[in-house]
């Protein structure tokens, strides 16, 4: 199984990018949000990769962080949701606006995706909002696969842009929240409800500011 590539974009399609990998190209599929925030040809990238294996077919996917692999992985379990229709919804939403979408049961967001009916967006949230707070607390890992720096001879490669790593202190605010809530004793869908519900809203919050604004949301009405 091919966990992750690490090398240079040799070309950027519509769909997928080709990587060279010490002289081995890959073609990897990716969503279109994943595609624009590769760097140009020529550079060093690095992504998770999930390898979907058939009779006749063998195709890799590639993704920036490991919360946007699980993302596909669970996605592609729903029924009437293959890897195009995975790489759909994580192109329009985005491996966060996933899990806020499905941790909040927003069918509308999912449904925003091209190709996906009512009724598969429905499904979606159905069948995996119990696994939203488990992807939720996958945040708080190193978000960017790992790689190496590009030595004179560029036969070692290098992970991709710092973009990804950055946006890890997000996840890692959200896993911590969510954590704290489950240590408070709330459920994990009622506390991944809140949390991504808070993380929407005040995208920039560290992790105390999310507690509270998820407190908040979770404290009974009068």
Not at 2 to 18: E, S
Not at 76 to 93: D, E, R
Request: net charge neutral.
């Amino acid at each position: 199984m091919i966990g992750y590539l690490a090398g240079r974009v040799a070309y950027k399609a519509d769909d997928h990018v080709l990587i060279d990998v010490r002289g081995v190209g890959y073609m990897v599929h990716c969503s279109d949000r994943t595609l624009a925030a590769l760097p140009g040809v020529g550079e060093a990238v690095a992504l998770y990769t999930d390898l979907l294996v058939r009779e006749d077919l063998l195709q890799l996917f590639g993704f920036l962080s490991l919360v946007e692999k699980e993302w596909h992985r669970l996605l592609m379990s729903v029924q009437g949701v293959g890897a195009k229709a995975s790489l759909a919804i994580l192109g329009t939403l985005g491996a966060d606006g996933v899990s806020r979408a499905i941790a909040l049961g927003d069918i509308n967001a999912v449904k925003a995706a091209r190709g996906i009916g009512p009724k598969t967006a429905q499904r979606v949230v159905l069948e995996l909002k119990d696994k939203a707070p488990i992807v939720m607390a996958m945040g708080a890992s190193v978000a960017a696969p790992p790689g190496a720096a590009l030595d004179a001879g560029s036969t070692t490669v290098a992970a991709a842009t710092a973009s990804p790593v950055v946006q890890s202190a997000g996840r890692s605010a959200q896993a911590e929240a969510l954590s704290a809530l489950g240590n408070l004793g709330y459920a994990a869908g009622e506390a991944a409800g809140a949390v991504a519900q808070a993380a929407g809203e005040l995208p920039e919050a560290d992790t105390p500011v999310l507690i509270r604004a998820a407190l908040k949301l979770l404290a009974p009405k009068a």
